[in-house]
C-alpha cells in the first residue's frame, strides 16, 4: 500500500518534505530527535504498540469519531456537508489522538516526564490529560498572556496534576512557549519527552505527529465509503500547527479530493508568509523584512501561529492542497450557524473552515458538491470568548 | 585554512588561552565601544550577537538583551555596518539563528559578513545535517563556520562535526541554554571527546560565569566564551571601562 | 425478552412501579401525557423509530461511548472499575440520549416546539441542541438564580437558537423552573412537547425516560462482555432525578449485579425525604413537615433536586437497589483524584459516585469487587466553580 | 348528596348564578374578614387556597400569595383553626395541591377539612386516575371532591371526570394557569361539553376576571369562580370593605 501512495508519504531521511521540514535543533538536542525518530519509526511498525495505542485511543478517547451528516447546513449552502467530529475526543479535539500516541512512546523509550507547548490550552489539557493517564510526569509552558486569557484552562491542566509554567519571554504567546519547551528540553532530554502539538517542529514531528493524526482521515474515508459517499469533492479543514488537516488530509491525499486548509488571515503562513526557519524547521513563516518573526493575530488562539506544518508548505509548492485564509470578521457569525443549524458549537479554529464554505458555497465550491469537514474541536472553550465579543459588539 | 583557525591555533601555540567575550550587537548605543574594550581586556577574539526575535537557546539574559537591542532597530546591516568602520586586531564572529541568514539570502549574507570584517559564524539552530548551504556559500571567502559539541552528542557525531567545523569547536559545557553556571560542568569530559576527535582548538562555553569558571575551563579547554556574565553587566549599566576591567580579570585567570 | 425480565420493566396502566409513579397533573395537560404514551408506544414498537433514533445517537451524538478500564483508580483502591464514559457523549453528558429521543418523538407528533426546564444547564444545552439539529423551535426555563451561577451555559443555549427563560417564581431554582415549565406547557400543549429532562415527571416521563437512556447500560452489558468482564459486582451511578443511573441499572437490572444509587446528602431524596406528590409524581419528596417542598441544595447542581424518580423510590422499596448519600465534602478531592491518576475531570456530579467509590473501598465494596462506574459527565461546565471553590479554601 | 351539591342546585333551581370568589388562606392578617366580607357581597361558596410551595397550575399572582401566606406561618392546621370558628352561611371549598392532604394523610385531611366546616376540595394535580383514595377517604364525611374539565379533555373523558366529581364541576375557560384574562375563552364550549355529559352545576372558572366576564361566562354556566382578580386586590391592599364591594359587584353583574 505504500508504494502505491504518491503523497503523504514519509519523509526524506533528513526529514524533509520537498524543500521543507529538515531539523534546525541545537545540538544538545539533535541525539533525541534521532532517538525519537528511531523509536517513533520502531513503536510504528510494532502491531503491539499499534494495537495499544488504537485501544487507548477507542477506549479512552472516543474512537472513532462519528461523520455527521449536516443536513440543514447542507441544505442552506446547496452542498453535501459530512462533519468528522473530532469535537467529540476526549478533552474537545483533535489533539488527544497526538497526545496518546505521544505519551506511549514517551513510556516505550523509558521517559517518565513529559513537556508541552499550549497556546489557548487544548494541546497542554490534552498532554495533561495523557500523562496523568499514563503516570507520567508533566510540565506545561504557555505564554503569561495566554495563561491570563484562558485561567480556566490553566486550572484544568493543574487539575490533571500538571505543572504550568507561565512564559514571561518574548511576546509571551504560543511561540513563545515553543521556545520555552525547547530550551527545558535541552536541560532535560535524558528524562523527558518533548510532546510537541502539531505537525511542526524539527523532525522527526511533523511527521510523527501527521501520523498520528492520520487516524482522523483514515476514520473518515471507511465512515463515508459506508454512508456510500465515497470520495467527496473536498476536505476542508482549518490550520493553525496543521495537525488535523494533516490528519484528515492524510486519508485522502491519493484520491481526486480537492484538499483546502483554511488559515486564519492573521496566522496565514502560507498565503501571507515566505520561507524560513522557526522552531526546528523550514517551512512559510510570517516575518518581518529583517527575517525577525511577527506574532500571529487571530480571533482563535489555536491558528494565532506565525508558522505552519512544512508537509503543508510541501503541499502548496506542488499543487496538492490549496490554502486558503479566512478574517475574523466572518468567524462568529459561522459559529453560530453551525450551531443553530446543526446543534454543533464548534471551536472558533473549526469556525474558519466552516466561514469558508459558507463564503465560497456557489462560488469555489460548485452547488451539489460533497464536502468532508474537519470539525476539529468543540466551542465550549470559546464561548466566554464569544460572548464578550458579542457584548462588546452590541 | 581559514584566519579564524589560523589565529586560534596561533595562540594555543604560543600558549596562550583563548578569551571570546560576548556581545549583543546594538544593545547600547555605546556597543561597540564594549568590543574595543574587550579587545583592550585581552579578547582573543569577539562574538557579536545578532538578535533575533526568538532566539531558542538562549537564557534570560542574553533573550533581554536580544530584545532589547531589536526594539532599538538592531538589523544583521545596521551591525555589519557599524563593525565594517572599525579597525580591530582580533577576529570576530558572530552569533545568530539561522533565520537571519536564511531570509537574508546566504551568499549575500556570507558576503555582507566578510565585507564587516567577520571572519566567522556561530549558528546554533544548524545542524551538521542542515548545514551545506551555508558552508557552500561561505566556502570561497573567509567566513568560517563553528558548530558545537554537546554532552549529549554520542561519538560518531562528534566525528562528524568536528569534520564540519572551522576555527574551532563549541564545547558545550552542559545541558542548557546560555546563563550563568556555578560549575564547569561537562566542560571537561566534552572537550576531551572533541580532543580525541580531532586537532581543531576547542573552547568551552555556556554557563562560564566567572574568571574561576574560565580558568578551571581552560585547564582541559583551549579557551572560553563567556557570555552571559558580561552582557549582564551591560544591562545593568556597564560601561565600556567596567567591560575592559571584567575581561581583564577573565584574562588574569586564563593566564 | 421481556417476559424474562422481572425488574425495570414497563410500569401499570397508570404509569406506577408499585406505590410510585402515577399521573398527578392537571386535567388540562392530561390528555398531553395520555397522546405521548401511546405515541412514545408506538414508536417505541416500529423498528423504523428506533433504527432513526440510535442512528442520531450514533451519528450525532457519538455513541457507543467507551467503557474505560481506570487501572490506576483501581490499583489505588484494590477495586476493578470501569468507567462508562457518558462525558464523551455530544453536549457533555448522558442527557443528549434522551433529548435526541424526545425530539425525534416531537416531530412524529406533529409538533413544531420543545420547551424543557434546566437547572445547571445540561439538559437544557442539550434540548436547544437536539432542537436545532431538528428544526424545532425551543424555550428553556431556568431559575433566574441559576441563570446568574450559569451565565455561559445560558449562552450556550442562546446559541443554539433557544430562547431562555429566567424563572422567578418560589426558590428561583430547578424545581421552579419545572413548575413554570409545566404551566408554559399547559398554554401551549397543542404544538409543544415538554422535553423533561429526568425519570421523573407524570407517567409516561419515568418510564420514557429510562427507556431513552437504557442504551447506556445495554452498551456497558455488552462492553463489558467483550471485555470478558461479563457482570460486574456493582453498578454505581450518582442519582439527581436518576435518568443516568436508571439507564445504566437498565442494563444489570435482572443480573446479579448491586445497583447503587449515589444522592448528594443535600438532595438525598431516598435517603433524607418521604413519600409525597410534587411534579405530576408519587415518589420520595424532600419536604418539612408540613408537606412543603424543601429546597435541595448540593455542590452540583444537578443533583440539587429535592425529588427522585419513582422506579428509584420502587426499586429502593423492594431492595432491588440501594440508595446512598454523600455530602459535598469529599466531592472536590474526587475530581481531583480522577483527573489525576485517569486524565478525566468528571462532572460534580459524576464526581459522587466517585467519592462514594473512594469512601467505602475496602468497607462496603470488599478488595477485589468489580465495578461499573456510570461517569454521567464531563467537568469542564464545573471547572470555574472548582476553582472559586478552592480559591476560597486557601 | 352532598351539602355542596344541594347548596349548588338549589341556587340553580331558583334561578341564581352561583359566585364563588377565591382567598389565599393566611395572605394577611385578616384574611378570615375577607371571606365573612365575601359572603356579605353575595358569594354563594367561598373558595379557600391552602398555599403549597409549588402550585404549578397558579399564575404569578396566586403563587405570590401563596408565598407570602407560607411566609408567615400558614399551615393546614392553622387554616382548619381559623375556620373553624367561623360561622358562615355559605359552604367553603379547599384549594390545594395534592401534596398537602397527601402528606397529611388522606383519612385525617378529610377529617379536619369536614371538622372545620369545609365541604369540598378542589385538588388541581389529583387526576381521576389517582384520586381513588382520596374520594375513598372522603367518602363518609361530606367533603366533596371537585373535578376540572379543560378545553383539551375529550368526550370520553369528560364523562370518566363527571362521574367523579362532586358539588359541580369546574370548567375550565382556557388551557392556562390562573389569571387574569381578557375574554371568557373556551368556556362556554367547556360547559356545554359538560351539560352533554351531566346535570351537575357547572361552574366557570381560570381568567374571569372583571364582573363582564363573569356576566357573560354566566351565560352558559351555572356560576364562575373568581380567583386572581380579588387576591390581586388584597395584595395591592384591598380592606375586607373592599372585598365586599367588588364581590358584590360580580354578584350585580351575575343578576
Ligand atoms: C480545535 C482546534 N482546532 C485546530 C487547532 C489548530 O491546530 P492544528 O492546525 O495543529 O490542527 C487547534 C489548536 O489548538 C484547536 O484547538
Ligand atoms: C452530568 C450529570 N450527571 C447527573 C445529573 C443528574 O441527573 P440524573 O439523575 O437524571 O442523571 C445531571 C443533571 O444535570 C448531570 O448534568
Known amino acids: 500500500m505504500a508504494e502505491q501512495r504518491e503523497f503523504m508519504t514519509a519523509p526524506d531521511e533528513f526529514g524533509r518534505f520537498g524543500d521543507f521540514g529538515g531539523r534546525f535543533v541545537p545540538e544538545a538536542l539533535m541525539p533525541a530527535c534521532l532517538e525519537l525518530e528511531e523509536a517513533f519509526q520502531d513503536a510504528w511498525a510494532d502491531p503491539d504498540f499499534l494495537a495499544e495505542y488504537e485501544g487507548v485511543l477507542s477506549e479512552f478517547a472516543g474512537r472513532p469519531t462519528p461523520v455527521t451528516f449536516l443536513q440543514r447546513l447542507s441544505e442552506s449552502l446547496g452542498l453535501r456537508i459530512y462533519a468528522k467530529r473530532e469535537d467529540l475526543a476526549h478533552t474537545g479535539s483533535h489533539k488527544i489522538n497526538n497526545v496518546v500516541g505521544q505519551t506511549l512512546l514517551t513510556a516505550r523509550m523509558g521517559k517518565s516526564r513529559v513537556i508541552a507547548e499550549t497556546g489557548a490550552g487544548q494541546h497542554g489539557v490534552a498532554t495533561a490529560t495523557a500523562a496523568a493517564r499514563m503516570g507520567l510526569e508533566c510540565t506545561v509552558f504557555m505564554g503569561e498572556v495566554d495563561t491570563k486569557r484562558q485561567e ?15 512564559v514571561t519571554s518574548g511576546s509571551r504567546t504560543l511561540k513563545d512557549a515553543v521556545n520555552e519547551a525547547l530550551r ?12 510537541l502539538g502539531s505537525v511542526m517542529g524539527p523532525h522527526p514531528f511533523p511527521w510523527m505527529v501527521r501520523e498520528m493524526q492520520s487516524i482522523i482521515g483514515r476514520e473518515a474515508a471507511r465512515q463515508l465509503r459506508d454512508l456510500r459517499v465515497g470520495v467527496p469533492d473536498y476536505v476542508v479543514a482549518c490550520v493553525g500547527g496543521g495537525s488535523n488537516a494533516a490528519g484528515i488530509f492524510a486519508g485522502f491525499a491519493n484520491t481526486g479530493a480537492r484538499l483546502i486548509g483554511v488559515e486564519a488571515a492573521g496566522g496565514a503562513a502560507i498565503s501571507h508568509g515566505t520561507p524560513g526557519v522557526l522552531h526546528g524547521m523550514r517551512s512559510h513563516i510570517i516575518q518581518d523584512e529583517f527575517g525577525q518573526i511577527e506574532e500571529a493575530h487571530s480571533i482563535s488562539a489555536g491558528l494565532d501561529y506565525p508558522g505552519i506544518g512544512p508537509e503543508h508548505a510541501y503541499l502548496s509548492a506542488i499543487g496538492r492542497a490549496t490554502y486558503v485564509s479566512v478574517g475574523d470578521e466572518p468567524i462568529i457569525g459561522a459559529l453560530r450557524t453551525l450551531s443553530e443549524l446543526e446543534g454543533i458549537i464548534p471551536a472558533l479554529e473549526s469556525a474558519h473552515a466552516v466561514a469558508w464554505l459558507i463564503r465560497e458555497a456557489g462560488r469555489e465550491i460548485p452547488h ?3 464536502v468532508l469537514l474537519n470539525l476539529s474541536g468543540r466551542g465550549d472553550k470559546d464561548v466566554a470568548q464569544v460572548l464578550s465579543i458579542l457584548r462588546g459588539a452590541s | ?7 586560534l591555533r596561533a595562540q594555543r601555540a604560543a600558549g596562550v588561552k583563548s578569551l571570546v567575550p560576548y556581545f549583543m550587537a546594538g544593545l547600547t548605543p555605546d556597543w561597540v565601544q564594549h568590543v574595543h574594550a574587550a579587545v583592550a581586556g585581552g579578547a582573543s577574539a569577539v562574538e557579536i550577537g545578532l538578535p533575533f526575535s526568538d532566539p531558542m537557546i538562549d537564557g534570560v539574559v542574553i533573550q533581554e538583551a536580544g530584545l532589547r537591542s531589536l526594539a532599538s532597530g538592531t538589523t544583521f546591516d545596521t551591525t555589519c555596518s557599524a563593525l565594517g568602520d572599525q579597525e580591530l586586531a582580533v577576529p570576530l564572529v558572530a552569533m545568530t539563528y539561522y533565520n537571519i541568514f536564511h531570509h537574508y539570502g546566504l551568499r549575500a549574507s556570507a558576503r555582507r559578513l566578510q565585507d564587516a570584517g567577520i571572519s566567522g559564524t556561530i549558528v546554533p539552530d544548524l545542524s551538521v545535517e542542515e548545514a551545506e548551504p551555508w558552508r557552500e556559500a561561505c566556502h570561497d571567502g573567509d567566513v568560517s563556520t563553528v558548530f558545537l559539541v554537546a554532552p549529549s552528542t554520542p561519538p560518531e557525531r562528534v566525528i562528524r562535526i568536528v569534520a564540519m567545523s572551522e576555527g574551532f569547536v563549541y564545547a558545550s559545557a552542559r545541558m542548557a541554554v546560555t546563563g550563568q553556571a556555578e560549575t564547569v560542568g561537562d566542560a571537561p569530559d566534552v572537550v576531551a571527546r572533541v580532543r580525541d576527535a ?25 579557551g572560553v566564551i563567556v557570555g552571559t556574565a558580561l552582557v549582564r553587566r551591560i544591562l545593568d549599566g556597564a560601561s565600556p571601562l567596567d567591560t575592559e576591567r571584567a575581561v581583564a580579570e577573565f584574562r588574569r585567570a586564563l593566564a
Open chain 1, 368 to 370: 451539489g458538491s460533497s
Open chain 2, 198 to 222: 580531532c586537532d581543531l582548538p576547542v573552547l568551552a562555553g555556556i554557563g562560564i560565569a566567572t574568571p574561576a569558571l574560565a580558568h578551571e575551563a581552560a585547564q582541559s579547554a583551549d
Open chain 1, 152 to 166: 480556566l484552562n490553566v486550572f484544568r491542566m493543574e487539575l490533571l496534576g500538571a505543572t504550568v509554567v507561565p
Open chain 1, 184 to 195: 527545558e528540553w535541552v536541560s532535560c532530554v535524558d528524562t523527558t519527552h518533548y510532546c
Open chain 2, 1 to 7: 585554512m581559514k584566519s579564524l583557525e589560523t589565529h
